[in-house]
T-cell receptor, first 111, second 114 residues
Framework: NAGVTQTPKFQVLKTGQSMTLQCAQDMNHNSMYWYRQDPGMGLRLIYYSASEGTTDKGEVPNGYNVSRLNKREFSLRLESAAPSQTSVYFC??????????FGPGTRLTVT | AQSVTQLDSQVPVFEEAPVELRCNYSSSVSVYLFWYVQYPNQGLQLLLK??????LVKGINGFEAEFNKSQTSFHLRKPSVHISDTAEYFC????????????FGKGTLLTVNP
């Protein structure tokens, strides 16, 4: 039981490049989330998916797109990376209101 | 929308001293509150939660928090900290609706010194 897994762990991009961050959970959770963490800002919600086939914007969606590929997988895509997207990205999942389970994070640097 | 405010960005303490990390929430009819911990270079994990019932909530690693409705607070406490408690601590609340979205505070970095 791996919980929530994320790939890659680290990535360096040049401005304008694109990439997809992958997330998968093996807990049969309906809801999945993408957050970014910046120093002094806490975690901010980028996008979430309440169930397979649905996605909604969070607090900071600009510059990102998401795909809920199936119940297990929720990917985050940066179409044209900008230095302001340098951050640590966390994926999470939940089955109830009680708890969200977080992945280990992806550290992204955009130069 | 619900929100939380963590009043201290950094809290340095000595080992075996007591600690309190402060969190205030915006008032609402029903409140679900959480404390998450993030150890260096790791993801977040749930420390404790308040959903209803007893206002004193006990969590993992000897931490506890008290829900205080009159002061709209949910402060985290530990009577005696260890070096291994060094981490960033986040207070969070459900954003409302049925999608279990969390709104996080900005975090408090607890540094335990020998």
């Amino acid at each position: 039981n791996a919980g929530v897994t994320q790939t890659p762990k680290f990535q360096v991009l040049k401005t304008g490049q694109s990439m997809t961050l992958q997330c998968a959970q093996d807990m049969n959770h309906n809801s999945m989330y993408w957050y970014r963490q910046d120093p002094g800002m806490g975690l901010r919600l980028i996008y979430y998916s309440a169930s397979e086939g649905t996605t909604d914007k969070g607090e900071v969606p600009n510059g990102y797109n998401v795909s809920r590929l199936n119940k297990r997988e929720f990917s985050l895509r940066l179409e044209s990376a900008a230095p302001s997207q340098t951050s640590v990205y966390f994926c999470a999942s939940s089955g109830t209101a009680d708890e969200q389970y977080f992945g280990p994070g992806t550290r992204l640097t955009v130069t | 929308a619900q929100s939380v405010t963590q009043l201290d960005s950094q809290v340095p303490v000595f080992e075996e001293a007591p600690v309190e990390l402060r969190c205030n929430y915006s008032s609402s009819v029903s409140v679900y509150l959480f404390w998450y911990v993030q150890y260096p270079n790791q993801g977040l994990q749930l420390l404790l939660k308040y959903l209803s019932g007893s206002t004193l909530v006990k969590g993992i690693n000897g931490f506890e928090a008290e829900f205080n409705k009159s002061q709209t607070s949910f402060h985290l406490r530990k009577p005696s900290v260890h070096i291994s408690d060094t981490a960033e601590y986040f207070c969070a609340t459900l954003s409302g609706g049925s999608n279990y979205k969390l709104t996080f505070g900005k975090g408090t970095l607890l540094t335990v010194n020998p």
